[in-house]
């Protein structure tokens, strides 16, 4: 069964360190690899995804991940953090490409809390 | 970018009343999207997969008498929660896949109160 697990709750840092948010993925055969962020009281917003090629990727608003096949990650990170990142993030798998095949499997969320 | 839409955005209704959500792809065809639940600070909850001029199909332990999903055309789908109580209550996100790129893009989200 496909699953991906989000092992932090909560995640603090400060404005300007870097961050990490940490996921871990379960799937059988070739993953797709989401990231996803939510702001209060509003629908998700794609960051980036993985399908295959080079293992790091870069997204929207400065944000990358690695995809690791070994460990089985894909880890989201920023190499400076900004107040205005604090927000609700969503890894998700897909496993199969479009149509019915296309529904994601959500994490449980990382909240991302950056302090000035 | 492909965009799509759900009204309202937030509803409350009284105990036993109907709501109707609408999700819209306002520049793409979708032939699939589907209905999350989210409740106050978890994940997503898939609800059902919606395809465009069939029955829509449950997850497991989603009362499809409840949640009526209506896929009339290729771009908007409803979902209906009939005779509302309180704990239906909640986040309700529709997604729907772009027919021509197979991507899987979000709505805005619609709260619901029931009261």
């Known amino acids: 069964a496909q699953s991906v697990a989000q092992p932090e709750d909560q995640v603090n840092v400060a404005e300007g360190n870097p961050l990490t948010v940490k996921c871990t993925y379960s799937?059988?055969?070739?993953?797709?690899l989401f990231w996803y962020v939510q702001y209060p009281n509003r629908g998700l917003q794609f960051l980036l995804k993985?399908?295959?090629?080079?293992?790091l990727v870069k997204g929207s608003y400065g944000f990358e991940a690695e995809f690791n096949k070994s460990q089985t990650s894909f880890h989201l990170k920023k190499p400076s953090a900004l107040v205005s990142d604090s927000a609700l993030y969503f890894c998700a798998v897909r496993d199969g490409y479009g149509g019915s095949q296309g529904n994601l499997i959500f994490g449980k969320g990382t909240k991302l809390s950056v302090k000035p | 970018g492909a965009v799509v839409s759900q009204h309202p955005s937030w509803v409350i209704c009284k105990s036993g009343t109907s709501v109707k959500i609408e999700c819209r792809s306002l520049d793409f065809q979708a032939t699939t999207m589907f209905w999350y639940r989210q409740f106050p600070k978890q994940s997503l909850m898939l609800m059902a997969t919606?395809?465009?001029?069939?029955?829509?199909?449950?997850e497991q332990g989603v009362e499809k008498d409840k949640f009526l999903i209506n896929h009339a055309s290729l771009t908007l789908s409803t979902l209906t929660v009939t005779s509302a109580h309180p704990e239906d209550s909640s986040f309700y996100i529709c997604?729907?896949?772009?027919?021509?790129?197979?991507?899987?893009?979000f709505g805005p989200g619609t709260r619901l109160t029931v009261t």
């Open positions: 799937v059988s055969g070739n993953p797709y």
């Open positions: 997604s729907a896949i772009s027919d021509w790129d197979y991507e899987q893009y």
């Open positions: 993985y399908i295959t090629g080079d293992n």
């Open positions: 919606s395809n465009e001029g069939s029955k829509a199909t449950y």
